[in-house]
């Protein structure tokens, strides 16, 4: 009885290994791949075409006025009257805030005073030199009349002592009576007084007109200080009106106002700088945007290229715009390196704002109608090619001295080397290449043995490593199975 049980158990048990063998075997024939060859599915191929490259750099940037000015007060004082908020547009010389001003009024009334008082003391030091200027000219006149006078007694002199010779003479030839003498004696002697009197009377006169002139010269200083005072006060009378001005704080641009840093009574204090009261950006007709271009590609960008660009404002508009310069100033944050290029973009319609962020697709080559390969075909490697690699960076390390002294020739040869390997006879064949412009999906063919419709291969067979295509494409959906 329990041999008969014993041989029962086993007969179940190889029944069901039989069914699973059997199991086995209709799935491997059911489900493996049909038709042909291994060497037919191998590859995955693409044809050589015809058609045009774009090439572009993709960067972000940020959408900023051409001209961004802040408005500021260089004065201190209190916050009374607002007249511009956010948004408003300006013009130029506007007055967009007021500060309080009946201090500086004040002072410029006192200085008004002052100014008036200082030009009347002017014009009394020049009174003064008019009076003194009278006064020589009357005391020139003086002198001018005592000098006719000294001469007239000179020449009176001169005659009363002929007068005296003669009867002198007469007398001692007793032709002339002694009184006679006597008289003529006298005149001379009245004579000579008298011209004493007039040479004292010129002196008296100099001594007068050089009085009145250090006088007139006295008189012309206190003008020169009197006028000296006035420009002082003049001048101080513009820094008053100056800071009168400037208790209105205006706008320098025609533009509007983008943010507004003030409130009605607030106390503005511009001691140590002036603080910003408003953010004017200039004519957002213009604008311009600030994007971050990788070291990398920065060679490739030149001003009067063309830009696309989209904001995600408007997710479903493409904007336009060209490279106006690239910034030779380089920023590097985390041991990245890049630069601003500066976009300019025509926004007549003011649908774009300043902030925003737009992703730019800048064109840096295109091409018409040139032979192109996929990109996929270019970075194809057939399994077993890794070492080969190896072996012809070093054989090319040896011939190095060899390409320098050839490089003349190479240097004149545009773009660069490139490899695609095409199927022949079930195996890969290897074409060397020398390429130009990419687009990402693309690369143009400038030279080799490629032709349109000639087909390359892009992907497929076994993986030899991080070169092959296939290395992120998911793998291909198995066959339906075969109906025998």
Known sequence: MTARKG??????????VAIVAAAGMAGFFLWRPAGGSASDAAYR?????????????????????VTTVLVGSQL??????????????????????????????????????DLAQARADRDTKQAQIEKARAMLQRAEAVAADVAAQRDRAQAQLL??????DRQTELVARAAATQNALDQAKTQLDVQKATLASAQAQIASSKAEAEGLRADLALAEAGLKSAEALILQREAKLRDIEIDLARTEIRSPVDGVVVKRDIELGQTV?????APTLFTIAQDLREIDIYANIDEADVGRLKPGQPVSFTVNAYPNRTFAGTVRMVRLGAQTVQNVVTYTAVIGVQNTDLSLLPGMTANLQIVTDERDDVLR???????????GTVAAAARSAAADGADAPQRRRGGTRAAADPGMEGRVYRLVNGAPELVPLRIGVTDGDYTEVLRGSLKEGDTVIVGGGARSGPQDDDRQRPSPRPRPPRMF
């Open 159 to 164: 005659d009363a002592q002929r007068n005296f």
């Open 269 to 273: 204090a511009a001691s140590l700088s």
């Open 76 to 113: 201190s004082g209190q916050v009374v009257e607002i007249l511009a908020d956010y948004n408003t547009p300006v013009k130029e010389g506007q007055v967009v805030a007021r500060l309080y001003s009946e201090q500086i009024k004040a002072r410029r009334d006192a200085a008004l005073a």
């Open 7 to 16: 041989f029962g158990v086993r007969r179940v048990w190889w029944l069901m």
């Open 45 to 65: 191929l693409a044809a050589v075409e015809r058609g045009p490259i774009t090439a572009s750099v993709r960067a972000t940037g940020t959408l900023n006025p």
């Open 373 to 383: 390969v996929p990109n996929a075909a270019l970075r194809f490697r057939p399994a």
